[in-house]
């Protein structure tokens, strides 16, 4: 059975860092285009960064740019997001679809898949 879980969210305060994973089981994520995106209460689903597949190429959003890192690790068939100098509007779910349909035009994948996790909740406050 294919499955994504996150986890690493958690209270930090401004300033501050956390690194979110993402573990896929049932298929390897090499071949399909994977990222996090946030869903903050009365927004938008906002995306911030995706990685191609084989990490042949990364996208990042303004927003987070220069403060938030995505990378695979391969041998744990693991996506990470770590992020620096969190701010209270960092807050919100945060959900690592490997979905080729969301990711189209951002990053793209050998394969396609649409699945999607359960989240991971960041809090920024102090």
């Known amino acids: 059975q294919r499955q994504l879980v996150e986890s690493g969210g958690g209270l930090v305060q401004p300033g501050g860092s956390l690194r979110l994973s993402c573990v896929a089981s049932?298929?390897?994520?090499?071949?399909?285009?994977i990222g996090w995106f946030r869903q903050a209460p009365g927004k938008a689903r906002e995306r911030l960064s995706c990685?191609?597949?084989?990490?042949?190429?990364?996208y990042y959003a303004e927003s987070v740019k220069g403060r938030v890192t995505i990378s695979r690790d391969s041998s744990r068939n693991t996506l990470y997001l770590q992020m620096d100098s969190l701010k209270p509007e960092d807050a919100g779910l945060y959900y690592c679809p490997a979905a080729s349909s969301f990711w189209d035009g951002s990053c793209s994948g050998d394969r396609s898949l649409e699945l999607w996790g359960q989240g991971t909740r960041v809090t920024v406050s102090p």
């Open positions: 049932g298929f390897s994520l090499d071949f399909y285009p």
């Open positions: 990685s191609s597949s084989n990490n042949d190429s990364t």
